[in-house]
């Protein structure tokens, strides 16, 4: 009887940490594999080359556990990001460029939430309409021409502060943001109880609606914070840039232990998933796998995240009614 | 009279925690129209599916034309020539006329390809004989739902069926469609088809069938031809349980008027309710299934919109239109779908039930979790919630413990008003009996408190007045002197009210 029930605390210890486990797992391996993949230097460029889509996931990671999602994180960030850069080029203000990133994404996301909220447009089509349409008007901004000499604009992406490159550091901060966001505050708890059962949730007295546009301003803030990061690193303002960051963005959210029918999630757990892409795109890189291969891997993993998260959590429940 | 075409012999089911039928014997005769009666829960449905091989029978026997068969399924069913028309018409919107006689059972032809042709002609021919005029390219959505219910009928007599059953065919059509309805069966019975007929409406049963069977609590009670029987002898027959003193309902000083609804109308829902609440009082609302109580509470909460009517509570007039404004009202409602309206099934308890009131926890925008865990501690422990942690997932958690999560979490607003539609739909007794006491108690702190229910016998209970809605209105008002099933349900079963 007693060791029955050890077992199990094993293996909810196990189900509930799984993802950090695979990514203790994984580090060890690429250690293996490659002695140069735990030098600071690598360890250092993985951060740095995930940071824009992690800062993507977190919101991503808010919207879908509320049952949503953003697949237009991607374009808005190209469109946002030019229009920063370009503000930046014609008045040589950091900050200003800074705002005017942030409040074009906001501005884009706010029209996804409305025709969500207002229309009633499910989340998937609305997202896939405005990632059309902002991609659309990066390029009609700029031309289809990228923007280069950007001077001193790549301080956000390229800079260091106290040793810390910029853009972890605003990783650290967008992750501190979002956890505290989910967990000590209102509009957290009504994330998690809208993906949960809407239904219940707005017969429980929570504005959805509401939240829901919360939701998206938010992700909004995200996605320009992305994008000036994302123009800083590649040194020039692109509007064909981050194609398919959406994905990236989701992959890590949904291996970071995120289920896509709401509810469940949060925010170091996005963060796990992250590195846990990173981390395998980086040893592959290293000790030589193929680019196209690598590609069939990084489908595969996600296949097998949701699939092995779907098979602990039946096996959870058959355990309680088996118990009861 | 003519033979026997159906026989049911000792057929009993149980499922986890009811006796749904015990030891349940009658016969159908050819050509008849025999009418099943019983209150909600009586067993009818069950008694139903598992002719139509949707539920097995634990034990027990049927028989068509005296041979013993085992129905494995509706299709199966159908191939013994049973036929059955649902209460809840699940219809598929995009699919069109013709194509809704053939579902599940497309002619093909020698290639396997659906063959058209032959649809087309074999509904037209369908179609023609029974001199209805639909197009056959019209799709279900076009389609009113008596249309939807007519052609649900066709189709049951397109099989060729000798057993038809209808349950509750008259639910969401007009009388004029009814009259319809009543033509075809009859056509039918001339045809020598058999008909289980079951309605909660007393005066189409009398009106249509030949014989009727009442079913209480799983057993069969009697059955007679339609000239032996009286209203009253059914009804009392229907709802003939003993009552038991398991309630535990206590004299309660009753206050002033707290709510008061008047002239409440939602086109095609209810119209022109009107109704009071007083402190420390419990209301009932009593009816059958469909005749509008869920609907009221569910706009009276903010759920659905209403189109005229005032709400009126402590003496001011207030506007609902959300179930946040209703609780910023003092008022909160216990829907009776659980599952959909009730539990957030992937959080846990703490979370479900401080999730109307988080505003309490909340200092300069930081939610404070300790005070939110002692409080939530105390809300779960005065409602007896039974459950390892406050971290266990709700969906982890049995109906009667879910129940009162959800009561915690009503209470946990300080309402002055609570609705509990339902409040003790499939949960165990002795978790009925817990509800029952905090009811009692929310009304001696002085709340008013409404409750919806389809048992007579906990209305009677715990009210103190009891309304009877009927067809979306308030047709009795009863106090508690006056309580018996009888007159509940003769009201509720009123005649032709228009």
Known sequence: ?324 | MSDVKLTIKNISKAFPGVQALNNVSFEVKRGVVHAICGENGAGKSTLMKIINGIYRPDSGEILIDGKAVTINSPIHARKLGIAMIHQELNYMPEITVEESFFVGNWPKDKYGKVNWKEIRERTLELLKREGLHYSPTTKLKDLSISDIQMLEILKAVSYNSEIIIMDEPTSAITQKEVDILFNKIRDLKAKGVSIIYISHKLDEVFEIADQITILRDGVIIETRNKEDYDMETVISQMVGRKMENNYPKEEVEIGEKILEVKNFSSSGKFKDVNFYLRKGEIVGFAGLMGAGRTEVMRALYGLDPYDTGEIIIEGKNVKINSAKSSIENNMIMLSEDRRRYGIIPVRDIKENVSLSSLKKFIYKGHLHKDEEIETVTEYCNSMNVKAPTLETLVENLSGGNQQKVILAKCMMTDPKILIMDEPTRGIDVGAKYEIYKLMVRFAKEGKGLIMVSSELPELIGMCDRIYVMARGKIVGELQRGEFSQERIMKHATALNIN
Not at chain 1, 56 to 78: H, K, N, P
Request: glycine share 10%.
């Open chain 1, 1 to 324: 009887m007693k060791k029955v029930s050890e077992n199990r605390s094993i293996f909810n210890l196990l189900s509930k940490y799984s993802i950090y486990f695979v990514l203790i797992v994984l580090f060890i391996i690429s250690w293996m594999a490659n002695e140069n993949f735990i030098t600071p230097q690598n360890l250092k460029n993985v951060a740095n080359q995930i940071s824009v889509s992690t800062i993507l996931a977190f919101g991503q990671t808010i919207l879908v556990i509320a049952g949503m999602l953003d697949l237009s994180s991607g374009s808005v960030l190209a469109l946002a990001g030019v229009l920063s850069v370009s503000t930046y080029v014609s008045t040589g203000s950091l900050s200003l460029s800074f705002v005017v990133a942030i409040v074009v994404a906001v501005i884009c996301n706010i029209i996804s939430g409305l025709m969500i909220t207002k229309f009633k447009t499910p989340p998937f089509i609305a997202t896939l309409s405005m990632m059309t349409m902002a991609r659309g008007a990066a390029l009609l901004y700029t031309k289809g021409q990228n923007i280069y000499q950007i001077g001193d604009y790549i301080v956000f992406g390229q800079g260091s502060t106290l040793g810390i490159p910029n853009p972890i550091i605003l990783l650290i901060i967008s992750l501190v943001a979002t956890s505290y966001i989910l967990r000590h505050t209102v509009f957290g708890r009504s994330v998690y109880a809208i993906g949960g059962n809407e239904e219940a949730a707005n017969a429980s007295g929570i504005d959805v609606n509401k939240v829901k546009m919360k939701a998206y301003i938010i992700n909004g803030i995200f996605v320009g914070i992305a994008g000036v990061i994302f123009m800083s690193r590649v040194n020039g303002g692109m509007p064909n840039g981050a194609q398919n960051y959406e994905f990236k963005a989701l992959t890590a959210t949904v291996i970071g232990g995120t289920s896509f029918t709401g509810g469940v999630g949060n925010a170091i757990g996005t963060v796990a998933g992250a590195f846990i892409v990173g981390f395998l795109d980086n040893i592959m890189v290293m000790v030589g796998v193929h680019s196209y291969l690598q590609q069939i891997v990084r489908g595969a993993i996600i296949a097998l995240s949701v699939i092995y998260d779907i098979w602990a959590k039946s096996r959870k429940k058959g355990k309680v009614q088996k118990a009861q």
